[in-house]
Antibody, heavy 119, light 108 residues
């Protein structure tokens, strides 16, 4: 059974850092495209970042230069290192697996972890 | 353009058919995928590709695409279909994801 479990969220002050984790089971993270998606309170979904199986990484303009996506193959875990956090980064952060079959789509999602940036 | 545009809200009478649309230039190159999200829950994939449903998604959900517009159709809407629906695709670069703003579906 495929499962994604996020952790690492919490309250952090503006300018601070936080690292989110996404532990996967039922498939190999390094063999798949993995994404982070966030949702601010009462708002819609926002794509944040993706890491390809080959290691290439891409970011939304809103987080580029501040966030870093990575993975630990030995732990089968995806990460999102978030630096220089701002109030507008407050959101539930979801990790998701991206798959391709007649188009790209996010087929498995974690339950999300809440990040609150506030003083 | 890297934007996908959805109507903010749509309503449908119980048992009737409703179409939710998503517009964007990138849809001329990439299929949209569709996600259902209920309050307090993670999004769930309901349609991907040309018109594919994951296992467990009722066949009243279907998808279509024409030009720069993708559509999600629910034929015979049920009370449990009341939710927010989001479209998603790649942007014109092919390396960034993009979501529509979401459509809140109310079943009357």
């Amino acid at each position: 059974e495929v499962q994604l479990v996020e952790s690492g969220g919490g309250l952090v002050q503006p300018g601070g850092s936080l690292r989110l984790s996404c532990a996967a089971s039922g498939f190999t993270v390094s063999s798949n495209y993995m994404s982070w998606v966030r949702q601010a309170p009462g708002k819609g979904l926002e794509w944040v970042s993706v890491i390809y199986s080959g290691g290439s990484t891409y970011y939304a303009d809103s987080v580029k230069g501040r966030f870093t996506i990575s993975r630990d193959n030995s732990k089968n875990t995806l990460y999102l290192q978030m630096n220089s956090l701002r109030a507008e980064d407050t959101a539930v952060y979801y990790c998701a697996r991206e798959w391709y079959s007649s188009g790209w789509y996010l087929d498995y999602w974690g339950q999300g972890t809440l990040v609150t940036v506030s003083s | 353009s890297s934007e996908l545009t959805q109507d903010p809200a749509v309503s449908v009478a119980l048992g009737q058919t409703v179409r939710i649309t998503c517009q964007g230039d990138s849809l001329r190159s990439y299929y949209a995928s569709w996600y259902q999200q209920k309050p307090g829950q993670a999004p769930v994939l309901v349609i991907y590709g040309k018109n594919n449903r994951p296992s467990g998604i009722p066949d009243r959900f279907s998808g279509s695409s024409s030009g720069n517009t993708a559509s999600l159709t629910i034929t015979g809407a049920q009370a449990e279909d009341e939710a927010d629906y989001y479209c998603n695709s790649r942007d014109s670069s092919g390396n960034h994801g993009v979501f529509g703003g979401g459509t809140k579906l109310t079943v009357l």
